[in-house]
Structures are given as structure tokens and as C-alpha cells.
């Protein structure tokens, strides 16, 4: 009887591997299990992570960057399992590009506003320095 090829698909990481992979700590990992945002399978007391959880990590650490509160991640992986799957995941998650777009931009306004602000208070202050001295 021949040996089962082991695939890609089938490749499973540790807490190291999966931390290492994606730099970040076993705390953040372990925090994020504790969330429910990813189930890895437990052997005694070692975790073993699946090829689903390795797409979740990449997905949540993805969402975190684009500035994404991790509720709202929840939501879009949690689509992904629904009837309609991707599409669903995909129409929600553009409505909220589109509000996160919409923050960010608002957020670059006020601080280019700032630095200008800040920039005309600084010649202020030169200005008035120049006169005292």
C-alpha cells in the first residue's frame, strides 16, 4: 500500500513558525486565538496551526495596518464562511475601504492644516525673537 503524499495544503506550523513568519510576538498570536480570530488545533499543549489559520493571521495583521478595529475584521473573515463566501466578504469589505478611505483622507487634511498652523506660529515666534534680540 503506498504512503500518502503529504501536500501543501496539509502543512501545518508552531507558534514560532507562524510568529517568526508574520513578526510578531507568541502573545499577539495567542491574544488573537483568544479572540476567537483564529482556532488552531491543540495536540496536548502544543498549538498547531492549519493553512486556514495562517490566511486568518495574514488577514487580521492586514487589516490592523489599514488602521481596521479588530470587530470589524472579525466580520470580514467571519463572511468568508458564510453561504455567499467571497462575494459577501468582498461587497462589505469594499464599503468599508470606502469608509476607511474617507477617514484617512479627513485625517491628511487636518494634518497638513496643523503643520501649516504650525508652521505660521513658528514664524511668529521667529519673528518676534528677531525683534527682541
Do not use: N
Request: glycine share 4%; net charge positive.
Amino acid at each position: 500500500m503506498p504512503t500518502p503524499v503529504a501536500t501543501d495544503l496539509d502543512r501545518t506550523w508552531t507558534i514560532r513558525e507562524i510568529a517568526d513568519e508574520f513578526a510578531v510576538t507568541h502573545r499577539t498570536v495567542r491574544h488573537y486565538e483568544d479572540l476567537g480570530l483564529i482556532t488552531p488545533e491543540r495536540r496536548g499543549t502544543t498549538r498547531v496551526y492549519h493553512r486556514r489559520d495562517r490566511t486568518r493571521l495574514a488577514l487580521i495583521l492586514r487589516g490592523k495596518r489599514l488602521g481596521f478595529p479588530l470587530e470589524e475584521i472579525r466580520t470580514i473573515i467571519d463572511l468568508y464562511d458564510r453561504p455567499r463566501g467571497r462575494a459577501s466578504q468582498l461587497e462589505y469589505v469594499l464599503g468599508q475601504i470606502d469608509e476607511r478611505r474617507t477617514d484617512l483622507e479627513q485625517r491628511r487634511r487636518d494634518l497638513e492644516d496643523a503643520i501649516t498652523e504650525l508652521a505660521e506660529f513658528e514664524r511668529r515666534c521667529r519673528a518676534d525673537l528677531a525683534r527682541l534680540s
